[in-house]
């Protein structure tokens, strides 16, 4: 069962990564276009020489970005499979389709909007290359944060739920999740490096994007597995039904 479902939940994967790739193109590469210029235009005017490309431009946009976003949607689906299966049972009688759902929404929200909050998405340019490591370093940490109170949050819901009902233990497992983390985010440093010339309607559409970008993978992911889940569900079940007939 728990193969079936793994590759039930690369395949969603899969499909997510293509979709999202498909997004990406044509509402999140305008936006890295428009840092490059930038970027350019500020070499040029400090009289700075333009640095080498290891790897093109031409071949990042299209083959670089369909391999990084299709293996990340596979890698999430498969993850994704592994955390339905541990969840089933642990929030309540949901159908295949329903718990799929709510597990991409929960994924949407804990591993990259809480993220991005605090670390938001920028394009080239706006911020400084010598601190790209830091930057990653701090967004990953919050990240990894964020899951472990959010499976802290959803056992203490476990714990509740027999006390104060189901309603109730959610309520005070998703507001214990928003007051530490939020507690997490503030202790956090910011980075501020952003030029005051960068073009704002720039830097907050690429931001959408990217934000545009995520949802449409959840979603995908979300919906694709519980119907894959959920037609072999209906499989099962009518092959169970015509086992006695057949003997």
Do not use: H
Request: net charge neutral; with cysteine; aromatic share 8%.
């Amino acid at each position: 069962m728990m193969s079936r479902l793994l590759i039930r939940g690369m395949i969603a994967g899969l499909l997510a990564g293509l979709a999202t790739l498909l997004f990406a193109l044509v509402f999140g590469e305008p936006g890295v276009n428009g840092g490059i210029a930038f970027e350019e235009q500020a070499a040029a005017a400090s009289g700075d020489a333009p640095e080498m490309e290891l790897v093109s431009r031409g071949v990042q946009s299209t083959a670089g970005l369909a391999t990084a976003v299709v293996v990340y949607g596979v890698a999430i689906g498969g993850i994704f499979a592994l955390v339905y299966t541990l969840a089933q049972g642990r929030l309540g009688r949901l159908t295949p389709r329903a718990m799929a759902a709510v597990l991409a929404l929960i994924g949407f929200l804990v591993v990259f909007v809480v993220p991005f909050v605090k670390y938001p998405a920028n394009p080239p340019g706006s911020n400084d290359g010598d601190t790209i490591s830091q930057r990653t370093g701090l967004y990953l940490v919050l990240v990894l944060a964020s899951v472990l109170v959010a499976l802290a949050g959803i056992a203490l819901r476990q714990q509740l739920t027999s006390r104060l009902g189901t309603w109730n233990a959610t309520l005070v497992g998703v507001a214990v999740y928003v007051a530490v983390i939020g507690v997490i985010e503030y202790l956090m440093p910011a980075i501020i490096e952003t030029p005051d010339t960068f073009p704002a309607p720039l830097l907050y559409g690429f931001r959408l994007a990217s934000l545009g970008g995520q949802l449409m993978l959840w979603t995908t992911l979300g919906l694709t597995f519980g119907a894959l889940v959920d037609r072999t569900r209906a499989c099962d079940q009518w092959v169970d039904a015509r086992l006695p007939a057949i003997s």
